[in-house]
């Protein structure tokens, strides 16, 4: 079992950044991809970003984003800490949703791919 949890979400105007930050408990956190999501009202969760093993350490791990995120989100994870932490900059009203960390070795960017999942933090981003 591993246990998630998020942190770090609030309300921010537009052009503003947040970091989230996901700590993980539980056996073998090493061993899974860690990912974003995140749901707005009315909508289906939607993949954000994900970290995967580079084939020599987590912390060179190969990191993939949702269009939508490229060049404003950035993913990284600290295995000594067992956290995972989303960057989020030039944040746009449609940014707004609840976002929640997933741990998992399945299809990296499907919400089916991860077994494990936090209760999400909400991020509000005003015009």
């Known amino acids: 079992q591993v246990q998630l949890e998020e942190s770090g979400g609030g309300l921010v105007q537009a052009g503003a950044s947040l970091r989230l930050s996901c700590a993980a408990s539980g056996r073998t956190f090493n061993n899974y991809r860690m990912g974003w999501f995140r749901q707005a009202p009315g909508k289906e969760r939607a993949f954000v970003a994900a970290?995967?093993?580079?084939?020599?350490?987590?912390?060179?791990?190969?990191?993939t984003y949702a269009n939508s995120v490229k060049g404003r989100f950035t993913i990284s994870r600290d295995n000594a800490k067992n956290t995972v932490y989303l960057q989020m900059n030039s944040l746009k009203p449609e940014d707004t949703a609840v976002y929640y960390c997933a741990a998992g070795s399945g299809s990296e960017n499907q919400p089916l791919g991860y077994a494990y999942w936090g209760q999400g933090t909400q991020v509000t981003v005003s015009s």
């Open positions: 970290i995967n093993w580079s084939g020599g350490s987590w912390s060179g791990g190969i990191t």
